[in-house]
């Protein structure tokens, strides 16, 4: 079955997906936003083991949304946000329908608040 629409690989956007899924995850790539950090930086303050955090490390390099490079003893670990970037602007493509949703709970919204002038017909 041919898959209509797809620009990117379908892949490497569910594998972002999956990444940034879980909240410790996303506090990491926030973390990591300020800058290069070794594991137990990064896990300082978490409230889990270092293999947990080399577990979710490993997770967000193989989405392709850290780098980890070997500096002698440390791997230190820092953001590659092009994949990032790609799952945002697949998320960009709905920004119309959104917008359009938006409009139409706005307009829902306004019809449904009591005018002025029924309000002192009321009086």
Request: include cysteine; proline fraction near 5%; glycine fraction near 4%.
């Amino acid at each position: 079955m041919e898959q209509i629409g797809y620009t990117r690989s379908p892949s490497d956007l569910d594998a972002v997906f999956a990444a940034l899924a879980d909240p410790t995850r996303r506090a990491i790539l926030s973390r990591l936003a300020d800058g290069e950090l070794c594991v137990n930086e990064i896990a300082a303050p978490f409230e889990m083991s270092q293999p947990a955090v080399s577990r979710h490390l490993k997770v967000l390099q193989q989405a392709g949304l850290i780098v980890r490079d070997k500096d002698q003893q440390r791997r230190p670990a820092r953001l590659h946000a092009e994949n990032m970037a790609m799952a945002a602007d697949w998320l960009e493509e709905f920004r119309v329908f959104w917008g359009t949703s938006f409009d139409q709970l706005d307009d829902v919204l306004l019809s449904m608040k009591p005018s002025k002038d029924k309000e002192s017909n009321n009086e």
